[in-house]
């Protein structure tokens, strides 16, 4: 069975998608609710929630960015409140990053409005294509999954 096709989309997908939702979904949702940030910094936020706190060499690694890219982004949400640095007790070199309570409190906000509009886009399919999305999605996640376990 020639796959070309498929492996077309599964290149292409993934990254058309996080682009829109990174570039036009985020990015409206936060000019909709009139917070000066941008999409990296709203996933800074997010992995923070994820996770408590992470170094700043890990938010490098998760994001694919840069250590000066990064060191700007967590600067600006310093400056809003956002985040706190700490210095690792075993090794001062290490920054942990953290959110501050504010930080916890814009995320949940922003999360409640991405909740809203994909409620909003849900309700304009059908129960057959809200099962193929789900089961499309899940069986993104298992392949997404199984490459990672490959590359370790």
Known sequence: M????????LVEIPVKLC???NNEFIKSILKDLKIDLSPQHYMILKLLEENKQLYVTEFVEKLSITKPQMTSLIDKLSEMGYVNR?????????????????????TSKINFTIDNQIDDRLVKLTEKEIDTLKNGLLML????????KESE
Not at 86 to 105: F, Q
Request: glycine share 2%; aromatic share 8%.
């Open 141 to 148: 996640q298992k392949f997404c999954f199984n490459c990672n």
């Open 86 to 106: 700490t210095n690792d007790v075993h090794d001062r070199r290490k920054i942990y990053i953290s959110a501050t309570k504010d930080g916890e409190r814009i």
């Open 2 to 9: 020639d796959n070309t096709v498929l492996k077309k989309l």
């Open 19 to 21: 682009r829109s939702m």
